[in-house]
């Protein structure tokens, strides 16, 4: 068996008006995050570790924000397809561990819903996916509220 460790980061700008999806569910606030999809954060760093595990480079590559298809994109079709090229590779996903950085609204309470429809569409067990949630004491953009960033590690294997 062989084993790789993958990790991702990413950040989207927050803004009054936009629809706020987390985790591949949608969470009622004012602002919502910012992007050429529907800027699901966490579901953007989840793809990015897993790509990069497998060495297939990273979100961008494969689904680019320049291509018009993209545009306004459930992340969660995006996750789909992003473990259907890692699954090609002959990799499986082992867990996932990650962190939210996000100043408001306080999504603890979400966490378990996030990881139920993730683990629906990574056909994993929710055991195998750590959601945790933390702000930066009001320092940076975060603490700002003007946006949020989060941060993945995955562990795949091949038989």
Not at 89 to 97: A, H, L, P
Request: glycine share 8%; hydrophobic share 40%.
């Amino acid at each position: 068996m062989k084993i790789r460790v993958g990790f991702g980061y990413d950040v989207h700008q927050l803004k009054t008006g936009e629809e706020f999806w987390l985790g591949g569910i949608k969470i009622d606030y004012e602002k919502g995050a910012v992007g050429h999809s529907d800027a699901d954060v966490l579901i953007h760093v989840i793809c990015d570790a897993l790509l990069g595990a497998a060495n297939l480079r990273d979100i961008g590559h494969h689904f680019s924000d320049k291509d018009p298809k993209f545009k306004g994109i459930d992340s969660k079709i995006l996750l789909a397809e992003t473990l259907n090229i890692v699954k090609q590779k002959g990799w499986s996903i082992e867990n996932i561990d990650s962190t939210i950085c996000l100043q408001k609204p306080k999504i603890n309470a979400h966490i378990p819903a996030m990881k139920v429809c993730l683990a629906e569409v990574m056909e994993i067990s929710e055991e195998d996916i750590s959601i945790k949630a933390t702000t930066t004491e009001r320092l940076g953009f975060v603490g700002r509220e003007q946006g949020i960033s989060a941060y993945a590690a995955v562990l795949i294997k091949k038989e």
